[in-house]
């Protein structure tokens, strides 16, 4: 089972929301990702989680916090986003933290009003 | 700093044709090269991993090669079908530095196979 499982698919949030995005991954993996992607765009790292700790952070504005509460789940909590954060958000999983193949989910769209 | 280019940049063909998407990266210390399948607002599927020690990878009517001296990668599909229609991506992660691991993505190739 290469199934990495996003929840909600669709969220629309105004500037002063706070929402999470969620994540889970039952294939044993101990690296987890997000990305963010906008349209006709290749996606971009946004955090890497190795082993449940942060170790990757691409100096991503604090109004994201990611969280890793164990080796399945990773959450992305939202706050006082702008309308320019509106893209669709790309959970992404592997075995090996560094050079695992990839596997994705089928993301979060988010528009921020 | 790693840069991945894939050409063309879209490419139109009837159904049946057999074709070849190329992918082509600066740095050839790679340690695997990965392709993607991506469908209009949806995630990527992973087609194919090839590591740096292989030449070719198949799965299906996909097949996809690897050049590291050359820094090129192509990936082959044989008797298009327009469920193909996609937008093919490949990647390579970065060796090194404070962001190893993380993939270097080509900016893909939108692929439409007509009937």
């Known amino acids: 089972d290469t199934e990495v499982t996003q929840t909600p698919k669709h969220l629309v949030m105004g500037m002063t929301n706070k929402k999470s995005l969620k994540c889970e991954q039952h294939?044993?993996?101990?690296?987890m990702y997000w990305y963010k992607q906008k349209a006709k765009k290749p996606p971009e790292l946004m955090f890497v989680?190795?082993?449940?700790?942060?170790?990757i952070n691409e100096s991503v504005p604090s109004r994201f916090s990611p969280e890793c509460p164990n080796s399945s789940l990773l959450n992305l909590h939202l706050h006082a986003l702008q309308p320019e954060d509106s893209a669709l958000y790309l959970c992404?999983?592997?075995?090996?933290?560094?050079?695992?193949?990839?596997?994705f989910g089928e993301g979060s769209r988010l528009t921020v009003l | 700093k790693q840069e991945v280019t894939q050409i063309p940049a879209a490419l139109s063909v009837p159904e049946g044709e057999n074709l070849v998407l190329n992918c082509s990266f600066t740095?050839?210390?790679?340690?695997?090269l990965q392709w993607f399948r991506q469908d209009p607002g949806k995630g990527l599927t992973s087609l194919l991993l090839?590591?740096?020690?292989?030449r070719e990878q198949t799965s299906g009517r996909l097949n996809a090669s690897l050049d590291k001296s050359s820094g090129r990668s192509t990936l082959y599909i044989a008797a298009s079908q327009p469920g193909d229609s996609a937008t093919y991506l490949c990647?390579?992660?970065?060796?090194?530095?404070?962001?190893?691991?993380?993939?270097?993505f080509g900016q893909g190739t939108i692929l439409t196979v007509h009937p």
């Open positions: 992404a999983s592997s075995q090996e933290p560094a050079y695992g193949e990839l596997f």
């Open positions: 294939m044993g993996h101990r690296a």
């Open positions: 989680y190795s082993y449940e700790k942060l170790s």
């Open positions: 740095d050839s210390a790679i340690y695997n």
């Open positions: 090839i590591q740096s020690s292989q």
């Open positions: 990647a390579v992660p970065n060796a090194g530095g404070t962001s190893y691991g993380k993939l270097t």
